[in-house]
């Protein structure tokens, strides 16, 4: 199917140039022309990508080494005859593939909810005739009409407009309507700065426009941004990439142990095939952490939920941990950082310049004069100021249950705010000084202008607008009630020194009129008007993404703004957050035309992107990604998509955020507070911690496990406990001790902490040392009691009842060393603190008695009755595993004190 070219440059072309380039007339097309074309050119939608069929994604889940290893354990399971366990491993199995499934099926949406934004119904141009056609049937060359409300069906070169205002923030990142033209502008115009063209699926917020439809479907803005997204690998996270390595490892060593001890008890101690291929399997089953998959799924469930009531909502799990380790947040500007509502912060008048305080579209807030506040009675230019922004003003601000809500233009919403803070009643003063007549807003001549007239016969011209096109109206300026010449010199300074705050500067002006002036002119306001000042506004950063950006910071976590807003606007905003060095701010412009390199370089110097597209957030995110950063992404636009579901975790806006970004994300915030991040950055760091923490319990238990049978073999002695008894202590210590880990409460200072590094693996040397230490005195304590026992001649049954009950004695007194890896519990914190720990443990010790004294349990696992002061021996041998790493705790940490030389009291 032929398509048009996909032309880089209609915005800088000539009307006449693009009418002919696309083959089209003012007129429109003809039917039969149209028909033709979108045979030729196809319908505008975006394509679909291709799927994987369900059956095929199902089947995937399974495709992991540790699911291996589990699948392998639930056969040998079942083998055994084992029924119970075995159905709760593949249950375990089972589950874990449904919750993939159910995930990947939800990114998918993704694609579906960018195709499903388009518009749906056209007005075009048709034989020279107005009609509505569906969207999907509008083709390059029609003539389309866009008027307030409507959504742009295509990309649309603009050849005539009336005050256009466009919402394009879903796809720039534009916080503001843009004001359309339909003068050309240079060729290498970020999209942003496109004011000629009209793209696919934004909002038309006021005004009307016609246009020629230059691209449609996969070859507008929108459909590039599809099939970016489209081609977009999320990548994995790397905590399941971790496991999948350590699956591997432990594969192999499982393997390696199981025929050793298969081999050197044939060869050697002379065992029978039966009974060496049990004790084979006895290992490993011993060795295989059966209940790992399900814990570490539990502990992110839990995080999740910790999340949620932190305003974080997560969509995919995994993306739990990976927050902990994240080591960089590329976070949009409006409404995340800032509040996405415009504020007035200062105003100058022809005498001072004055600061206004308050936040928002909320009408608290007080002007001050160097520092002191003062009231408008004592300044009358201030107080005609704040007046002529109230009636020269169309929006409107309610208070609906507590919460101020602004119907309108943003930047006028300001202007009533800052009007109510003076002390004036908008609806009183309206019908004080009722409006007469009105020359709207348009972008061809950058004001409006307002007459009214008071019930005294009295009449005045207000006029608002752009700071060089209101001075060039204006011949005096208003001091204290006083017309004086004008000083254009101090209103300039003036210009520069508010728009270098970052705020946008909008004139006030006005000019008394007579009783029988009824109707506005252009030619009434060329001249003659007093200027009455400039206001400043800005959207305000949010006080608490302040403190958030600072915590972040100490957590040794770099943010970074990218936003598609003006350079100056992001590095005034970034100087006050605390982004960047207030200075470093790089385009969109400078960095289309820098090398990979040069890109490279730029990305790890600067803090502060402005005016950047959908490519360079990708780019962004990938360039840090190759420098080794884990990169969050923050974004609400159809723009942010591709860099959402690149990112290691993509946090999307709830509020405003669109479906698109939402569906891309890992994460949605509802409460679009970027300190709603932070949040969930320490939770996802606990959740990591926890999880370490059961990993440290898990393993080494298992090693122990395993290490007892080894010992028996190479001692050739018979299995102090055998396979179907080693299943009931995983279970038992898996689904309560191992589990109550993930209930830790945050550690003391977590946010002081730098983030891990990403690529530390599960099996750190710690860990490696911490298994060895734990799995050795598991063995000589458990196989020693066994070997006590064998000597004084006891029942096989009843020495492998005492083994099986030392075994889970050791996991109790050990679980308690586990809650504080490094530091000692023996602190009130260390007992204290996570209840979950003594209710798992008040379950374990019940289990156990039933486990060791009911006939049932006794003749399904083959065990006997203990005596009560067999109980006591069992106790003084096991809680030798507390006191032992409690010291290996503090021998570890004398050692890293006079490594590092830091005083001890820093160490508590």
Request: aromatic fraction near 8%; proline fraction near 4%; charged fraction near 20%.
């Amino acid at each position: 199917m032929n398509k048009v070219p996909f032309n880089t440059s209609w915005h800088a072309s000539e009307i006449t140039d693009v009418l002919e380039q696309i083959e089209s007339e003012p007129e429109g097309l003809t039917i039969e022309e149209a028909e033709k074309r979108l045979s030729r050119y196809g319908k505008n939608k975006l394509r679909p990508p291709k799927k994987q069929s369900p059956v095929i994604r199902f089947l995937l889940q399974f495709h992991n080494v540790l699911i291996y290893v589990l699948l392998a354990a639930g056969i040998i399971t079942a083998l055994l005859s084992h029924w119970v366990d075995a159905g709760v491993i593949f249950g375990v199995i089972i589950v874990n593939a449904l919750i993939g499934f159910i995930q990947e099926g939800k990114a998918e949406k993704a694609l579906d909810a960018i195709r499903s934004i388009l518009s749906q119904q056209a007005f075009v141009l048709r034989d020279g005739k107005k009609v509505m056609i569906p969207a999907d049937g509008v083709v390059p060359g029609d003539i389309v009409f866009l008027q307030s409300g409507d959504k742009v069906p295509a990309d649309i070169r603009l050849i005539k407009t009336k005050e256009l205002r466009i919402d394009e923030a879903a796809l720039t990142g534009e916080s503001m309507p843009v004001d359309k033209t339909v003068v050309p502008v240079i060729e290498t115009a970020v999209i942003g700065d496109r004011k000629c063209m009209a793209f696919s699926a934004t909002f038309v917020t006021y005004g009307q426009g016609t246009g020629v439809v230059v691209s449609t479907g996969d070859d507008t803005e929108i459909g590039r941004i599809n099939m970016m997204l489209s081609n977009v690998k999320p990548l994995t996270t790397r905590l399941l990439r971790q496991i999948a390595e350590f699956g591997y490892l432990l594969t192999m060593a499982i393997g390696a142990m199981a025929i050793f001890t298969f081999v050197f008890g044939i060869m050697v101690r002379q065992y029978k095939f039966g009974e060496m291929f049990l004790a084979a399997v006895g290992m490993a089953v011993a060795a295989i952490p059966e209940g790992l998959p399900a814990i570490i799924t539990i502990t992110l469930a839990i995080g999740v939920k910790g999340m949620a009531t932190r305003n974080a909502i997560i969509r995919r799990l995994p993306a739990v941990e990976t927050l902990g380790s994240v080591t960089v947040i590329c976070s949009d500007k409006t409404g995340t950082l800032t509040r996405n509502e415009m504020t007035v912060q200062t105003i100058a008048t022809v005498s001072h310049l004055f600061d206004v305080s308050g936040v928002g579209y909320e009408p608290h807030g007080e002007f001050s004069l160097d520092g002191k506040n003062i009231t408008l009675t004592e300044h009358p230019t201030l107080r005609e100021l704040a007046q002529a922004a109230l009636l020269c003003n169309d929006a409107e601000l309610h208070a609906v249950e507590n919460q101020w809500q602004m119907h309108g233009d943003p930047t006028e919403g300001a202007l009533v705010s800052m009007g109510i803070k003076a002390g004036m009643e908008h609806a009183n003063l309206k019908e004080m000084y009722p409006r007469t007549d009105v020359i709207p807003f348009e972008s061809e001549h950058r004001f409006m202008a307002t007459l009214h007239h008071d019930h005294s016969g009295h009449g005045f011209i207000y006029v608002k607008g752009a700071p060089e096109k209101v001075l060039m109206m204006c011949d005096k300026q208003r001091s204290s009630g006083v017309n004086e010449p004008i000083n254009i010199k101090y209103w300039n300074n003036h210009i520069e020194e508010i728009a270098g705050r970052g705020q946008r500067v909008l004139a006030i002006a006005s000019m008394p009129t007579d009783v029988n002036h009824r109707t506005l002119q252009f030619s009434d306001v060329n001249g003659g008007l007093s200027i009455l000042g400039f206001i400043g506004i800005i959207d305000p950063p949010r006080t608490e993404a302040i403190k958030a950006v600072q915590l972040c910071k100490s957590a040794g976590i770099r943010v970074k703004m990218i936003t598609g807003d003006h350079i100056s606007t992001a590095r005034s905003i970034g100087a006050k957050i605390g982004i960047g060095d207030g200075k470093t701010a790089i385009s969109g412009t400078e960095l289309d035309v820098m090398d990979d390199n040069q890109f490279r370089l730029a990305v790890q110097k600067a803090d502060i992107f402005a005016r950047v597209s959908p490519e360079h957030k990708l780019k962004l995110v990938q360039s840090l990604q190759a420098n080794g950063e884990v990169v969050a992404m923050t974004g609400d636009g159809v723009n942010d998509a591709p860099a959402l579901k690149r990112a290691d975790v993509g946090i999307a806006m709830g509020i405003k955020g669109t479906d698109v970004a939402k569906e891309s994300a890992e994460m949605v915030l509802t409460d679009d507070n970027f300190a709603s991040i932070t949040n969930a950055v320490e939770q996802g760091r606990t959740v990591y911690s926890n999880i370490k923490k059961s990993i440290t319990f898990i393993l080494p238990t298992n090693g122990g496990e395993a290490g007892i049978i080894i010992a028996a073999v190479l001692t050739g002695r018979l299995l102090p406990i055998t396979p179907v008894q080693i299943l009931w202590v995983n279970m038992i210590t898996a689904v309560t001790l191992a589990l109550s880990l993930a209930f830790e409460p945050p550690e003391a200072k977590i946010m002081q902490q730098s983030p891990r590094n990403p690529k530390e693996p599960i099996l750190s040397p710690f860990l490696i040392w911490r298994i060895l230490f734990v799995s050795a005195i598991m063995v000589m304590g458990t196989f020693g009691l066994f070997l006590w026992d064998r000597l004084h001649n006891v029942s096989i049954e009843y020495a492998r009842t005492v083994s099986v009950n030392t075994l889970v004695m050791f996991e109790i007194f050990y679980l308690l060393n586990t809650r504080f890896l490094r530091t000692s519990v023996f602190t009130r914190k260390g007992f204290t603190g996570n209840r979950y720990i003594y209710i798992a443990i008040g379950a374990v010790i019940i289990a156990q008695l039933f486990f060791t004294y009911t006939p049932f349990m006794q003749h399904l696992f083959g065990v006997k009755g203990l005596k009560p002061v067999e109980w006591i021996y069992i106790t003084i041998i096991t809680f030798s595993v507390f006191v032992l790493v409690e010291i290996e705790k503090l021998i570890l940490q004398k050692r890293e004190r006079r490594k590092k030389k830091i005083p001890e009291q820093l160490l508590k």
